[in-house]
């Protein structure tokens, strides 16, 4: 069955940038008809979608945070990675990466990201 | 951005009884292409979100029966026929409608 990992560190300084991949096993990130996204938690508070791509390479960002993220995708290692520039204490949260179609269907475990000096 | 309201904030629900949750858009959900972007989610404490119901009323693959979504345009709302213990968590409304898709606030399910 298809799973989803999210990796990356735990801790980030402010104005920094904070990198995490998202691992698919079980199933293939190509060929086939999915997009696949990030979405981000903030302690004891709601869901933000982040940003997704389609399995193309198509990107679609969240305008409010567009001008600091970039999703790709690494079909060779089976991967897609998100990278948010600038980062400040508010982008402290847990990231979840998913798979789409239509609905966020398949979530990671999350990974919480700290930031802070 | 469309905003979704959902009530109430939190449920009290005696095992077996039934439970809803309402959910409205600022703007409808319709699209052009005559679907309804409406999907509703569970997070069970320390779990990741998992999906329920999308496009208004279809559960999702393994989704037990007694859940079910109903509605239309701007109104929505998710029902559980007979609330079970591991029903306990916080449920979501989130839309597609448009860029960006939004999820409500939530509402959280506690077992009396």
């Known amino acids: 069955q298809l799973q989803l990992q999210e990796s990356g560190p735990g801790l980030v300084k402010p104005s920094e940038t904070l990198s995490l991949t998202c691992t698919v096993s079980?199933?293939?990130?190509?060929?086939?008809?999915?997009?696949w996204g990030w979405i981000r938690q903030p302690p004891g508070k709601g869901l933000e979608w982040i940003a997704s791509i389609y399995y193309s390479g198509s990107t679609y960002y969240n305008p409010s945070l567009k001008s600091r993220v970039t999703i790709s995708l690494d079909t060779s290692k089976n991967q897609f990675s998100l990278n948010l520039r600038s980062v400040t204490a508010a982008d402290t949260a847990v990231y979840y990466c998913?798979?789409?179609?239509?609905?966020?269907?398949?979530w990671g475990q999350g990974t919480m990201v700290t930031v802070s000096s | 951005d469309i905003v979704l309201t959902q009530t109430p904030l939190s449920l009290s629900v005696t095992p077996g009884q039934p439970a809803s949750i309402s959910c409205r858009s600022s703007?409808?959900?319709?699209?052009?292409?005559?679907?309804?972007?409406l999907y509703w989610y569970l997070q069970k404490p320390g779990q990741s979100p998992q999906l329920l119901i999308s496009?208004?009323?279809n559960r999702f693959s393994g989704v037990p029966d007694r859940f079910s979504g109903s509605g239309s345009g701007t109104d929505f709302t998710l029902k559980i026929s007979r609330v079970e213990a591991e029903d306990v968590g916080l449920y979501y409304c989130m839309h597609s409608v448009q860029l960006p898709p939004t999820f409500g606030g939530g509402t959280k399910v506690e077992i009396k």
């Open positions: 998913a798979r789409i179609r239509g609905g966020f269907e398949i």
């Open positions: 496009d208004v009323s």
């Open positions: 079980g199933g293939s990130i190509s060929g086939s008809s999915y997009y």
């Open positions: 703007q409808s959900l319709l699209h052009s292409d005559g679907k309804t972007y």
